[in-house]
């Protein structure tokens, strides 16, 4: 008996081990599949974003008599592109929803300027008050 407890305390470090690295092998396992979930969700979202925004650039344009030929500035760091360039965006600064389609709320943004505006590096009011200059 007091053999097969020695071996079992030699063992016990070996166990340990090997739970540890099954249980780090499933944890990265799941970082994996979360990270792969938040790539699908940043294409559908991006996909969505992109259908959306072409009803939104017509009331951007329309508002400034843009054609498709000229050229767009984004309101934060006055890069400027052509329209059918796709660097553009119109961001909607309080969000989008009923009556959120005038256009006191939507504002063009280049591209690097609008992922800094999802992530609220450039907070609604500071982006509110950027466009009300451009009103
Ligand atoms: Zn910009
Ligand atoms: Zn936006």
């Known amino acids: 008996m007091l053999a097969i407890q020695r071996i079992r305390d030699?063992?016990?470090p070996l166990v340990n081990f090997c739970k540890k690295l099954f249980q780090k092998k499933q944890s990265e396992k799941k970082i994996i599949k979360a990270e792969k979930e938040k790539k699908t969700e940043g294409k559908i979202k991006h996909r969505?974003?992109?259908l959306y925004m072409t009803r939104h650039i017509k009331i951007y344009m329309e508002y400034y008599d843009l054609g498709m030929q000229d050229i767009i500035t984004c309101e934060v760091c006055l890069l400027s592109g052509r329209?059918?360039?796709s660097g553009f965006d119109i961001h909607h600064i309080q969000g989008r929803g009923n009556g959120k389609d005038v256009?006191?709320?939507i504002m063009c943004?280049?591209?690097n300027c609008h992922t800094l505006a999802h992530k609220s590096v450039y907070?609604?009011?500071k982006l509110t008050?950027?466009?009300k200059k451009f009103l």
């Open 48 to 50: 969505s974003f992109t």
């Open 103 to 105: 256009i006191e709320n």
């Open 10 to 12: 030699i063992l016990q």
């Open 83 to 85: 329209i059918d360039g």
């Open 109 to 111: 943004l280049c591209r």
């Open 123 to 125: 907070s609604k009011t």
């Open 129 to 131: 008050k950027i466009h």
